[in-house]
């Protein structure tokens, strides 16, 4: 059986290279023009269009709201790399873009204007702000992406949670999704550390928690800890030499539990879901996942991940 440690690691996809060939204006948002700023300069609203200066200033506090939510919950030791550079944020207002929302490097953060008047945004501005969180502290090193995801996606589910918002059809097709991994699909997707998609983002987050709630009894500071595990590969060490030194374990003794706790709960939706950010979900009708135009909007971000990692 192939293990995590054998495969090759961060190899870019074709669709990074299609993607910046093929790039119009609207998709290089770090050069439009500013429209306001945070009192302390750190934060630079940028746009595409005229934007009302009570809505900049409204986008200006929901950022930094949700930035000091990321930076709390996830207790870096460091704090300075969060702020050593400002952080553009772009705001589109082009709606043939499918994209909502996207992290591009440690210095920019995109989402469409409109979608900022979707409630679900208030995840996205947090998930997206954990990935330039996560860029910033590990000063150019990588770590596979569906780690880099079921991070994010946490910690965005945690903040919409902690701003008063119910679960909704999101949290209903992630739910159904984390019920339907096979142990074998799962493998797949966890060989492969520069994966992309909906799948991607998913199993990540079944990762995590799995760390969270099963893992050693479950580690109830997860988001800490792996900032501990980034913080070690920023220090130099490879991911899996960083994982087994904050967990005490190896990847590839993670993957086979975890692999193990997907094979003991396959047929047992309860189970699966028993102690995680899903278990009082209500799954109901909701499809396994979006449609693929909805998959496209909600996780195009890792596309311009890779395009940073490209032009680095």
């Known amino acids: 059986m192939k293990t995590i440690a ?3 690691r961060y ?3 074709l669709l990074g290279l299609f993607y910046m060939a ?3 204006p609207s998709e290089n948002p770090g050069n439009f023009p500013q429209r306001c700023q945070s009192d302390d300069g750190f934060l630079l609203i940028l746009s595409d269009r005229d934007l009302d200066a ?3 200033k409204s986008h200006v506090a929901r950022v930094l709201k949700a930035y000091a939510f990321v930076t709390e919950r996830s207790g870096w030791k460091d704090r300075g790399p969060l702020t050593a550079q400002p952080l ?3 705001v ?3 709606p043939a873009l499918k994209v909502l929302g996207y992290a591009q490097g440690p210095n920019l953060m995109v989402m469409k204007d409109a979608y900022m008047d979707n409630p679900l945004s208030e995840g996205t501005l947090a998930h997206e702000l954990a990935h330039i969180q996560d860029f910033r502290q590990l000063k150019g090193k990588r770590m596979p992406s569906f780690m880099f995801e079921g991070r994010a996606l946490t910690i965005g589910q945690a903040y919409r949670v902690s701003i008063g918002q119910p679960l909704g059809v999101y949290d209903r097709q992630m739910a159904r999704s984390a019920v339907g991994f096979t142990p074998d699909g799962a493998l797949a997707l966890l060989e492969n550390y520069q994966g992309r998609g ?3 983002q998913a199993v990540g987050t079944v990762v995590v928690e799995y760390m969270r709630t099963r893992w050693k009894g479950g580690i109830a500071d997860i988001s800490v800890r792996l900032s501990r595990m980034i913080e070690r590969i920023a220090a130099g060490r490879e991911f899996d030499v960083a994982f087994q030194d904050e967990f005490g374990e190896s990847a590839e003794k993670f993957a086979d539990a975890f692999l193990g706790h997907l094979r003991a709960t396959q047929n047992d939706p309860k189970q699966r879901l028993a102690g995680t950010m899903w278990q009082s979900v209500d799954m109901g009708a909701a499809p396994a996942k979006p449609s693929q135009a909805t998959q496209e909007a909600y996780v195009g971000d890792l596309t311009e991940v890779l395009l940073w990692e490209l032009l680095r």
């Open 6 to 8: 054998g495969m090759t």
């Open 11 to 13: 190899l870019l996809p």
């Open 22 to 24: 093929n790039a119009s």
């Open 54 to 56: 009570a809505r900049c």
């Open 88 to 90: 553009k944020f772009s």
């Open 92 to 94: 589109l207002g082009d």
């Open 198 to 200: 909906w799948d991607n």
